[in-house]
T-cell receptor, first 110, second 115 residues
Framework: GIQVEQSPPDLILQEGANSTLRCNFS?????LQWFHQNPWGQLINLFY???GTKQNGRLSATTVATERYSLLYISSSQTTDSGVYFC????????????FGKGTHLIIQP | GAVVSQHPSWVICKSGTSVKIECRSL??????MFWYRQFPKQSLMLMAT?????????EQGVEKDKFLINHASLTLSTLTVTSAHPEDSSFYIC???????????FGSGTRLTVV
């Protein structure tokens, strides 16, 4: 199966700062998503982005499929952005599950 | 958007007993659902793929006789942890895909504690 590598593993920032999280894949993927896991464990879907660029408010993501990586940008960070961010990918269609990276633990300090 | 409901949110059981977790797709039909497990401070690991009307497919290292999966309808998959032991204590999360271009939606998870 594919390997998913996320960086950095930990990130501590002041409120208002911008951040970039990276996800590298060992092989090409057909499905790619970014999630935010809140303190209660709920996985919040941020982006479904197997290729291209998407934006949603202060968050945006870019996937360069040919180079097998994806980036998640968080601008003007708020304390509520704290938590663990996961990227996950899959090579198959809807019948295949996702392989998750180990996550980036983001702490936004007031 | 696609909504996946998972119950219970948390459960405490005695060692040796069995626990059933339900995963429902509320506003779409899912021929395939997925079960993941997450240990504290670790990532999610795919355990098995649940196929409506047929046997589940288990990932390597996952005991199919311990983790029984039933997908009897297009909107319901269940995971039964049989003869649970403390090492089975974990966070179990189900997932399904609402459409070809919509990505995967996850349930809210079940925190299982075996005492």
């Amino acid at each position: 199966g594919i390997q998913v590598e996320q960086s950095p593993p930990d990130l501590i920032l002041q409120e208002g700062a911008n951040s970039t999280l990276r996800c590298n894949f060992s092989d090409s993927v057909n499905n790619l998503q970014w999630f935010h896991q809140n303190p209660w464990g709920q996985l919040i879907n941020l982006f479904y982005i197997p290729s291209g660029t998407k934006q949603n408010g202060r968050l945006s993501a870019t996937t360069v499929a040919t180079e097998r990586y994806s980036l998640l940008y968080i601008s003007s960070s708020q304390t509520t952005d704290s938590g663990v961010y996961f990227c996950a990918g899959g090579q198959g269609g809807g019948a295949d599950g996702l392989t998750f990276g180990k996550g980036t633990h983001l702490i936004i300090q007031p | 958007g696609a909504v996946v409901s998972q119950h219970p949110s948390w459960v405490i059981c005695k060692s040796g007993t069995s626990v059933k977790i339900e995963c429902r797709s509320l506003d779409f039909q899912a021929t395939t659902m997925f079960w993941y497990r997450q240990f504290p401070k670790q990532s999610l690991m795919l355990m098995a793929t649940s196929n409506e009307g047929s046997k589940a497919t288990y990932e390597q290292g996952v005991e199919k006789d311990k983790f029984l999966i039933n997908h009897a309808s297009l909107t319901l998959s269940t995971l039964t942890v049989t003869s649970a032991h403390p090492e089975d204590s974990s966070f179990y999360i189900c997932s399904a895909r609402g459409g070809a271009k919509s990505g995967y939606t996850f349930g809210s998870g079940t925190r299982l504690t075996v005492v």
